[in-house]
């Protein structure tokens, strides 16, 4: 693992995070999970790009059911509580990675770190994010109703890009932009 780390630290890219998962899949695995989320933790608190980590956990670890639920919690979920309490730079770091790139979990999963996060304002734009990708990732997962308490309840500029598109859409009740594919193109001439 350490050897795996190292090489993902010094070419920062996404077939070394393969490499990660095939191992914790594969033979030998699974992987120690201390050290393994340990790992993907430290780099999402890292002052350095992190994209290879955070593609990593939307396309292998949020994407796949199997794996969302445990992966989520390792990296934020079990921790938000004190990512609120501690407001340390390295966690809110760590925080607004892991929502921007959390549309694929399913919304049961993170619908209670999402309300834990808007305690903190600093994270609003992130929570933003997430929403906005949770509605147009094709694996994205939302309830509107939720989505939508969470989405008012956020300090945002009032010119923020697809606000008003994304409150429109969750108004009306849809989930994902691929289940009503023509709904966010009537979002974009309402409220244009």
Excluded at 64 to 74: G, K, N, V
Excluded at 106 to 124: D, N
Aim: net charge negative.
């Amino acid at each position: 693992m350490r050897l795996a780390f190292g090489l993902l630290d010094l070419l920062d890219e996404y077939w070394v995070t393969c490499e990660i998962r095939f191992a914790n899949e594969g033979a030998g695995g699974p992987l120690p999970a201390d050290v393994l989320w340990g790992g993907y933790r430290q780099r999402l608190e890292a002052d350095r790009d992190a994209e290879a980590v955070t593609y990593s956990l939307w396309v292998d670890w949020f994407e796949d059911y199997a794996t969302s639920a445990t992966a989520f919690a390792e990296v934020l979920g079990n921790d938000i509580d004190r990512v609120v309490s501690e407001r340390s730079e390295a966690l809110l770091r760590r925080a607004r990675r892991v929502l921007e790139c959390s549309g694929p979990v399913r919304w049961a999963v993170k619908e209670m770190t999402y309300r834990t996060a808007m305690r903190l304002s600093a994270l609003h734009s992130a929570l933003f994010r997430s929403l906005l990708a949770s509605f147009h990732d094709v694996h994205g997962n939302l309830e509107p109703t939720a989505a939508l308490t969470i989405l008012d309840q956020l300090d945002l500029p009032t010119n923020t890009q697809h606000l008003a598109e994304l409150r429109h859409v969750l108004s009306a009740g849809h989930k994902n932009h691929y289940r009503s594919p023509g709904a966010w193109g009537d979002a974009l001439r309402s409220c244009s």
